[in-house]
């Protein structure tokens, strides 16, 4: 009987200290608050809502709402300020795996980039950017969300790892605190004057907004 109760405690069947939690897979999301960003944005958004109505956009991901052709050709100087910044961290944030090392990689980065005008009832369908390394978005306007999060308008972003719903038993969980969401996704909330940036193969979406206010943003990819 003492033999058997041994056996239940845990650490009767490892070596001292050698249990060990890793994971795997992890995936980077990086996220800014720009400075001044008040009297950025009110400068922004006054130029975006301008050019919404003298240029018809594009339709891509967008479900409604106006998407904006090359956004750097008239972004003034607000725009390249939001842009420069999002290369700064886009540097910082790449590196070259030479021989297990990292350097510090210098590249000539391509940006494309656009702006999003959503009105109630739009949002954006899941998709990715194949043709890009990074892909951000800096939020001009949230629409409100943070003082009434029924409005919508969040970012969604798919968890690479989606099969586990469909696998045996999806109601059980990995007892790390970072793996209980996995197969569900994460969701963003705007702010005005944040930025952030993710890996473009991230599968991402936008719900739909169901505020009063004009929710505006700009998304960017980074390629080579």
């Not at 109760?5 to 999301?29: C, I, K, Q, Y």
């Not at 301008?50 to 090359?70: D, F, K, P, T, Y």
């Not at 003034?76 to 700064?88: I, M």
């Not at 990995?174 to 994460?186: P, T």
Request: aromatic share 10%; charged share 20%.
């Amino acid at each position: 009987m003492q033999g058997d109760a041994a056996l239940d405690r845990f650490d009767a069947f490892f070596e001292p200290n050698s249990f060990t939690v890793g994971g795997l897979f992890p995936t980077p999301l990086m996220t800014a608050s720009l400075e001044n960003h008040g009297a950025l944005n009110t400068d922004l958004a006054e130029r975006i809502t301008a050019r919404e109505q003298v240029e018809r956009g594009v339709e891509i991901s967008n479900l409604g709402g106006w998407h904006s052709a090359e956004f750097q050709t008239w972004c003034g100087p607000s725009g390249t300020l939001v842009l420069e910044a999002a290369r700064q961290m886009v540097d910082r944030m790449t590196v070259m795996d030479i021989s297990g090392e990292f350097v510090q990689a210098k590249v000539g980065w391509r940006i494309a980039a656009w702006a999003n005008v959503n009105r109630r009832g739009h949002g954006n369908k899941p998709h990715g950017h194949p043709s890009a390394f990074w892909s951000g978005i800096y939020w001009v306007d949230d629409g409100g969300v943070q003082e009434d999060p029924a409005v919508g308008g969040l970012l969604e972003i798919a968890d690479p790892r989606g099969l586990l719903p469909s696998m045996y038993a999806p109601h059980l969980r990995c007892a790390v605190r970072d793996c209980l969401g996995d197969g569900r996704g994460e969701v963003v909330t705007p702010r005005a004057g944040t930025l952030i940036l993710f890996p473009s193969w991230l599968i991402h979406s936008v719900s739909p907004y169901t505020g009063d206010r004009t929710r505006i943003s700009i998304a960017f990819n980074f390629s080579l």
